[in-house]
C-alpha cells in the first residue's frame, strides 16, 4: 500500500518571504503521479502543482516548485514570494500509473500542512 | 467553476435520517472518486467508480454506499447517520491522466 507523510502541522511565514512544505511517501512502484493541493479556508480543493515520476526535471508553477528526488521519495513545496492568498491548507497527494501514462487506483493524500501568510 | 458539480452544497439532517449527495463529473471523465474530510482532518478515500462499474473501495461504512449511472454521474447514499458522519464530501474526477484530477466544491454534511 502506498502512503503519503507530511510531517510539518503546521508552518508559517511572512509576505513576500520563501517558505518550503515537505512530503515523503512510500511505494515499490516506479510508475507514479505527485501533486500538491491546496485548500484555503473556503475548502475547494485547488490543485497547485504535478509531476511525473518519471521526469527528472522538477516542476514550476509560476511562484510554486517542487524539489522532486525520487530515490529519497521526496517531494516537497517551494513557494517564493508568499502571498497572503498562499494562507491555505496544503496536501501532498500520489497515484500509481502504468507504463503508458495512464493512473489507477486511488488518489492518496497526506494529512496536509497548514500554512499561514503573516502580513 | 471546476467542471464536477455537486449538490447540495449544504445538508442538515438529524440522526437516523438518509441522504443523497450527487456528483457530475467534469465533461469526459469516466471515473469518479468520493472522499469524506472531517473537521480539520485529511481526505479518506471512500470509493471510486469507473465507467459504471466499482473499482477500489476504501474506508467505506456499510452504512454508505454508492453507484455511477450510465450518464456517469455519481450518487452517495448515506444512512442510519450518526453524529460522526457530519463532514464535508468531496467528490473528484478523472480522466485517468496526470492532468485530470478535478474536485468538487464538496457537500458539506451536518447531522444533528
Known amino acids: 500500500a502506498q502512503t503519503v507523510t507530511q510531517s510539518q502541522p503546521e508552518m508559517s511565514v511572512q509576505e513576500a518571504e520563501t517558505v518550503t512544505l515537505s512530503c515523503t511517501y512510500d511505494?515499490?512502484?516506479?510508475?507514479?503521479?505527485l501533486f500538491w493541493y491546496k485548500q484555503p479556508p473556503s475548502r475547494q480543493m485547488i490543485l497547485v502543482i504535478r509531476?511525473?515520476?518519471?521526469?527528472?526535471q522538477n516542476a514550476t508553477e509560476n511562484r510554486f516548485s517542487v524539489n522532486f528526488q525520487k530515490a529519497a521519495k521526496s517531494f516537497s513545496l517551494k513557494i517564493s514570494d508568499s502571498q497572503l492568498g498562499d494562507t491555505a491548507m496544503y496536501f501532498c497527494?500520489?497515484?500509481?500509473?502504468?507504463?503508458?501514462?495512464?493512473?489507477?487506483?486511488?488518489?492518496?493524500f497526506g494529512q496536509g500542512t497548514i500554512l499561514t501568510v503573516h502580513p | 467553476d471546476s467542471g464536477v458539480t455537486q449538490t447540495p452544497k449544504h445538508l442538515i439532517t438529524a440522526t437516523g435520517q438518509r441522504v443523497t449527495l450527487r456528483c457530475s463529473p467534469r465533461s469526459g471523465d469516466l471515473s469518479v472518486y468520493w472522499y469524506q474530510q472531517s473537521l480539520d482532518q485529511g481526505l479518506q478515500f471512500l470509493i471510486q467508480y469507473y465507467n459504471g462499474e466499482e473499482r477500489a473501495k476504501g474506508n467505506i461504512l456499510e452504512r454508505f454506499s454508492a453507484q455511477q449511472f450510465p450518464d456517469l454521474h455519481s450518487e452517495l447514499n448515506l444512512s442510519s447517520l450518526e453524529l460522526g458522519d457530519s463532514a464535508l464530501y468531496f467528490c473528484?474526477?478523472?480522466?485517468?491522466?496526470?492532468?485530470?484530477?478535478?474536485f468538487g466544491s464538496g457537500t458539506r454534511l451536518t447531522v444533528v
Open positions: 511505494t515499490s512502484e516506479n510508475n507514479y503521479y
Open positions: 497527494a500520489f497515484i500509481l500509473s502504468n507504463a503508458g501514462g495512464t493512473s489507477y487506483g486511488k488518489l492518496t
Open positions: 509531476q511525473e515520476a518519471y521526469k527528472q
Open positions: 473528484a474526477s478523472s480522466d485517468s491522466s496526470l492532468y485530470g484530477y478535478t
